[in-house]
């Protein structure tokens, strides 16, 4: 695991958490209270931070409105200390921008911004390096490139387009969600000293802190938040065996429900751990019934939920 540089702007290492966005369950609007009640559980489990607006909080449903209300409620909450990440990425540079000033506005450390991707064809290297850098250039807070999982609608980068996004001075970061352990060598190797590569698949957290990575973003960890922050924590401190331990616990865990249900049935898994989960926003569905025992068993496994409340699913 390697050590920011000290002259880097913003400290992002540790597990952070992709924070799920609840809803009403009757009017459908975004559940601020909700959203609240679960910031206060999250922020005393030894997480470093959360991403409001990303990928799991299905920040693609959330028009702008929504978001910086998200932000706010949460900038409002959070102690000291901690991180808050605003994923402000869209599709056009314009969009992006206004997200940004808004989230640092309401009081974001950073923000997370994923590629525009619609127009997949046109977005070459140098388009992307330059959206990105125009965005450095604008940004009040520092900003971390997000490579979204390759199995959404988004762009696939080349390590040598994020080598070159590394050396500007308010690129702080990448989020790394490709799932694929060499590709994270390739980063850390390749990037410019300081630069913080997270990744974002609950799975490879243990065996990407020891190539350099210095934490991750982790859907898993609003199921298993104290569990993950553990693996980087033990990790840090030299105890392999504990982190290694940890690691156990969550890997499967992401497998099963994160990589395997996506957000309905991490949602789902957040209801049984007494969290504010509820259902995805249309036109995703919520966790078929057929599969609600499955995550219940993840969770178990992992330690989560104890067996007598399996009786309940």
């Given amino acids: 695991m390697t050590t920011p540089d000290p002259?880097?702007?913003l400290d992002i290492g540790g597990v952070?958490?992709?924070?799920?966005?609840?809803?009403?369950?009757?009017?459908?609007?975004?559940?601020?209270v909700a959203l609240r009640d679960n910031v206060r559980?999250?922020?005393?489990?030894?997480?470093?931070?959360?991403?409001?607006?990303?990928?799991?909080?299905?920040?693609?449903?959330?028009?702008?409105?929504?978001?910086?209300?998200?932000w706010d409620v949460v900038h409002e909450v959070l102690p000291d200390?901690?991180?808050?990440?605003?994923?402000?990425?869209?599709?056009?540079l314009r969009t992006t921008l206004r997200l940004t000033r808004m989230a640092a506005a309401r009081g974001a450390d950073a923000v997370l911004v994923q590629p525009p991707a619609f127009y997949r064809g046109?977005?070459?290297?140098?388009?992307?390096?330059?959206?990105?850098?125009?965005?450095?250039?604008?940004?009040?807070?520092?900003v971390i490139v997000y490579q979204v999982p390759t199995r959404f609608s988004t762009l696939d980068f080349p390590t040598g387009l994020v080598a070159e996004l590394s050396a500007h001075e308010n690129i702080v970061g990448i989020k790394d969600s490709r799932g694929k352990l060499e590709l994270v060598g390739e980063l850390v190797t390749q990037c410019a000293r300081g630069f913080q590569v997270l990744v974002g698949s609950g799975n490879l957290l243990y065996?990407?802190?020891?190539?350099?990575?210095v934490g991750g973003i982790l859907g898993v960890a609003n199921l298993a938040p104290r569990e993950s922050a553990l693996v980087h924590a033990r990790y840090a401190a030299g105890d392999r065996a504990g982190a290694g331990a940890m690691q156990e616990r969550i890997g499967p865990l992401h497998n099963?429900?994160?990589?395997?249900?996506?957000?309905?049935?991490?949602?789902?898994?957040?209801?049984?751990?007494?969290?504010?989960?509820?259902?995805?926003?249309?036109p995703l569905r919520p966790l078929p019934e057929s599969r609600r025992g499955?995550?219940?068993?993840?969770?178990?496994?992992?330690?989560?939920?104890?067996?007598?409340?399996m009786a309940h699913v």
Avoid: N
């Fill in 7 to 9: 002259e880097t702007p």
């Fill in 16 to 32: 952070m958490i992709p924070t799920t966005t609840p809803f009403d369950p009757v009017t459908g609007e975004v559940d601020l």
């Fill in 41 to 70: 559980q999250w922020a005393a489990t030894g997480v470093s931070g959360l991403v409001i607006g990303g990928s799991t909080g299905e920040a693609v449903f959330l028009d702008e409105g929504e978001r910086d209300a998200c």
């Fill in 81 to 92: 200390g901690m991180l808050l990440v605003a994923g402000t990425g869209a599709e056009s």
């Fill in 122 to 142: 046109a977005m070459s290297p140098e388009v992307v390096r330059d959206h990105y850098l125009a965005v450095a250039e604008a940004s009040p807070v520092p």
């Fill in 207 to 213: 065996a990407a802190l020891e190539i350099g990575a």
């Fill in 256 to 282: 099963t429900v994160v990589g395997g249900m996506g957000v309905a049935g991490v949602k789902y898994g957040l209801e049984l751990l007494g969290y504010r989960g509820g259902v995805p926003r249309p």
């Fill in 294 to 309: 499955e995550a219940a068993e993840a969770l178990s496994k992992a330690g989560l939920l104890p067996r007598r409340a």
